[in-house]
């Protein structure tokens, strides 16, 4: 069965302390990686997709990297408008023509000033 | 661009009343449609999923039933609600042959 464990479940960091989130997965086939953002009460949104092992994605403070187990959102030098829920979700060989993805639980991150 | 959105954004239904949620989106067409449920702390659950016109898979069995009357428009409905189907809920969208999906504003459900 596929199944994505992301961790800490809860990260407080200070203003411009780095820090890296992890999702680990388990699936048949990797046929993509995901990474939102989520803030309270909105619907998520979409950050990096990564398709193998030692890709790499940036996007202002976010780097985003693949290894054949895991995946790692690191966060350099955080502003509080980072804060917010981050999301890792799957899509494996099963997940076929109808595109499915399984989510971890999110990782919520605090960045105080 | 492609904008896809919710409707209500908040809703307090009492116990066995019914439901309907819409979702539409705009700027493409034929895409995949997703709903998801959303419980406090936990993970976005998948409801249902569609892939065109009238075709509608259930992953998890419950007494909500999707439709998808238009190409872009996607609808969760329930003859009478549970307590335990108060959440947050997500309609989502992906284009054909593209793996990301992309989430409206959602919808909170309060029954009581």
């Known amino acids: 069965e596929d199944q994505v464990t992301q961790s800490p479940e809860a990260l407080r960091l200070q203003e411009g302390e780095s820090s890296s989130l992890n999702c680990s997965y388990t699936v048949s086939g990797l046929r993509g990686l995901f990474w939102y953002r989520q803030d309270p009460g909105k619907g998520p949104e979409f950050l990096f997709t990564l398709y193998s092992a030692g890709e790499e994605k940036e996007k202002e403070r976010l780097k985003a990297t693949l290894t054949k187990k895991e995946s790692f959102l690191h966060i350099t030098a955080p502003k509080p408008e980072d804060s917010a829920t981050y999301l890792c979700a799957v899509r494996s060989l099963l997940g076929g023509a109808t595109n499915k993805l399984i989510f971890g639980t999110g990782t919520l991150l605090a960045v105080q000033p | 661009s492609q904008t896809i959105h919710q409707w209500p954004a908040t809703l307090v239904q009492p116990v066995g009343s019914p439901l309907s949620l819409e979702c539409t989106v705009e700027?493409?067409?034929?895409?995949?449609l997703y709903w998801y449920r959303q419980a406090a702390g936990r993970g976005l659950q998948l409801l249902f999923y569609s892939v065109g016109i009238g075709q509608i898979s259930s992953e998890v069995p419950q007494n909500l039933s999707a439709s998808r009357p238009q190409d872009r428009q996607f609808i969760l409905s329930s003859k009478k609600l549970l307590l335990s189907d108060s959440g947050f809920y997500l309609c989502a969208w992906a284009g054909t042959g593209f793996y990301e999906q992309y989430f409206g504003p959602g919808t909170r459900l309060t029954v009581t």
């Open positions: 700027g493409t067409s034929n895409p995949n």
